[in-house]
Antibody, heavy 115, light 107 residues
Framework: EVQLVESGGGLVQPGRSLKLSCAASGFTFSSFAMAWVRQAPKKGLEWVAT????????YYPDSVKGRFTISRDNAKSTLYLQMDTLRSEDTATYYC????????WGQGVMVTVSS | NTVMTQSPTSMFISVGDRVTMNCKAS??????VDWYQQKTGQSPKLLIYGASNRYTGVPDRFTGSGSGTDFTLTISNMQAEDLAVYYC?????????FGGGTKLELK
């Protein structure tokens, strides 16, 4: 059974950093691109980052480019999202998702950016 | 960026209804559109990929259609368990972009 379990969320002050993790199991993690998608409270879905299967290529929307860094450790089957210089508008539930159709999603982790 | 506009934003429906919702792309995205279902308090679930292909385990009352700029998700014989918000996603262009969602509510 495919499982994606996010962790690392919480309350953080504007301008500070936070690192999310997503532990994957039930599939060959190293064979698939992975992504982060977020959802602000009562809002829709927004793609945040994608990393290729080997980790050599990463992609971001303009809203987070230069502030967020997606990475992965294939030996640990774990995906990461380093979030720096956080803003109030980054407040959201962050989901990791298996790419190639976002066919599996984690349960999500809440990040609140507030002073 | 490619804007995906969903309509209507909400619908009041009854069990047994045939439900049709739309997604319009701001430019030609071919058939590179997925549909997702998100129930309250849950993560999104993939329903339809490539505009018209039902994902594994999805009931055949869900049908996706369209190409180019206009896409439709139809639920025939609506069930109470189908109450949710439905999102379309285009992945033809970077960045991938979601529509704003269509929320199904009971009359």
């Amino acid at each position: 059974e495919v499982q994606l379990v996010e962790s690392g969320g919480g309350l953080v002050q504007p301008g500070r950093s936070l690192k999310l993790s997503c532990a994957a199991s039930g599939f060959t993690f190293s064979s698939f691109a992975m992504a982060w998608v977020r959802q602000a409270p009562k809002k829709g879905l927004e793609w945040v980052a994608t990393i290729t299967s080997g980790g050599s290529n990463t992609y971001y929307p303009d809203s987070v480019k230069g502030r967020f860094t997606i990475s992965r450790d294939n030996a640990k089957s774990t995906l990461y999202l380093q979030m720096d210089t956080l803003r109030s508008e980054d407040t959201a539930t962050y989901y990791c998702a298996k790419d190639g159709g976002y066919d599996y999603w984690g349960q999500g982790v809440m990040v609140t950016v507030s002073s | 960026n490619t804007v995906m506009t969903q309509s209507p934003t909400s619908m009041f429906i009854s069990v047994g209804d045939r439900v049709t919702m739309n997604c319009k792309a701001s430019q030609n995205v071919g058939t590179n559109v997925d549909w997702y279902q998100q129930k309250t308090g849950q993560s999104p679930k993939l329903l339809i990929y490539g505009a018209s292909n039902r994902y594994t385990g999805v009931p055949d009352r869900f049908t996706g259609s369209g190409s180019g700029t206009d896409f439709t998700l139809t639920i025939s014989n609506m069930q109470a368990e189908d109450l949710a918000v439905y999102y379309c996603l285009q992945y033809n262009y970077n960045p991938p972009t979601f529509g704003g969602g269509t929320k199904l509510e009971l009359k």
